[in-house]
């Protein structure tokens, strides 16, 4: 940024950190968050900028984890405990306050103030507005919310061409506005190294399987389409009796999850289904590494972190041809119609009855999954954010 005898000052930027809250920990958008934050502190020295995370002390927020460096400062706010009064004006004071030059935020859910100091947000997609399976309050405040940033945000980042697409169309935004940055693995978690396997064992073993599985990772919610891969599942064993799996569904309880619930418990057809609940990454990774199959059946996704770690350790992963996930996925993987359960059934009797299926899956999802990380997401991020400040 130009001072007033155009020499050129460090620019200062701060970071909303109500993604990284506890409460988010199971989340992509929280995954997201604590991966550039963590990014950012590395890079800030070697960059010029002065990042400021904007914390609380009285909060239990992960980034007070992060401790100052050269060029990365935390601000204390007391503004942060309100949710309400930090998402409608609070962060952008506490940015303001802090002398920050921009704030970043990495959920799209601040609203923007923008006679205070400009603001970039990253909307990770339009889900509430083309898949709305939320609580309606939710659906609400999301909306209001996206609309806000979009509307007023001096750029908006997304997660990839597809999500920049539907935020053209539903917000009415020039394509100039937008930017596309793809997401990132963190490949130290999730990789083909061989796994430690006495913890593999132990794992395994706590969570009760015993036997060959396909596997699901994240939020059990509409959207995850979990019901219908209960129902390809169950139709793929019934009509293949060489098939031996479990079904496996790793993840917390969103929102709308009884039937999936209720389709996992029910004694029709054959079959196992196994609802483990959250796992931390280092865990997930060990169940990955052991997975028969993973089956990504989403019906709208920005992006879709688990398919992304599912490739990166190397397991056979089959998806919808839904939204972004042939994008992201770089057409390397095997594609069913998420709508029709005898597709979905089809697609993994194709994958599990064939070893030279499974194999190419692997072989190309790794070599796909090599192409992101959280680094680059950082440093294309952290671009946008210095020509936005200037």
């Known amino acids: 940024m130009a001072s007033s005898n155009g020499t050129h000052r460090q620019v200062t930027i701060a970071f909303d950190t109500w993604a990284l809250k506890s409460l988010f920990r199971n989340t992509g958008i929280y995954v997201y968050a604590r991966n550039l934050l963590s990014h950012f502190r590395e890079m800030a020295s070697r960059h010029s ?35 309400r009064v930090w998402r409608y004006g609070g962060a952008c004071l506490s940015a303001f306050n802090s002398k920050a030059d921009l ?3 990495p959920s799209g859910t601040t609203l923007p103030v923008t006679s205070l100091l400009p603001v970039v947000a990253t909307i990770h997609d339009v ?13 609400r405040g999301l909306r209001f919310a996206f ?30 506005r937008v930017h596309v940055v793809y997401l990132g693995c963190d490949e130290a978690i999730f990789n083909d190294a061989a796994p430690d396997f006495a913890s593999q064992k ?15 990772h994240g939020t059990i919610q509409p959207r995850k389409n979990l019901k219908r891969l209960i129902e390809a599942y169950r139709f793929a064993l019934s009509r293949n009796r060489n098939l031996d799996l479990d079904l496996v569904l790793v993840g917390d309880f969103g929102w709308q999850y009884e039937e999936v619930i209720a389709a996992a418990n029910s004694s029709e057809g054959p079959g196992r289904v196994i609802l483990t609940g959250p796992q931390t990454e280092s865990d997930l990774a060990l169940l990955l590494k052991a997975a028969s199959l993973v089956v990504i059946p989403s019906l709208y996704e920005g992006f879709c972190l688990p398919m992304l770690e599912a490739m990166a350790c190397g397991a056979p992963t089959i998806c919808s041809n839904s939204s972004c996930l042939f994008e992201i996925s770089g057409g390397v993987l095997l594609y069913f119609d998420p709508l029709t359960v005898e597709d979905m059934a089809a697609s993994i009797e194709q994958v ?27 440093e294309e991020t952290l671009a946008i954010l210095k020509a936005a400040a200037n």
């Open 127 to 139: 889900t509430p507005v083309v898949y709305p399976a939320f609580p309606e309050r939710l659906a």
């Open 103 to 105: 704030l970043f935020c």
């Open 352 to 378: 599990v009855d064939n070893s030279t299926v499974r194999e190419g899956l692997s072989t190309r999802g790794k070599q796909r999954a090599a192409c992101f990380s959280w680094r680059r997401c950082a």
């Open 202 to 216: 132990s794992l395994l073993k706590k969570l009760g399987l015993d036997r060959a599985y396909i596997l699901h």
């Open 147 to 176: 609309a806000n940033s979009a509307r007023f945000c001096r750029s908006i980042i997304t997660d990839s061409i597809c999500s920049k697409q539907d935020l053209m169309n539903v917000f009415e935004l020039p394509e100039s």
């Open 49 to 83: 900028i002065e990042f400021r995370p904007l914390i609380s002390s009285a909060v239990s927020n992960d980034a007070n984890q992060f401790e100052a460096s050269d060029g990365f400062r935390p601000h204390q706010t007391s503004l942060l405990r309100i949710g």
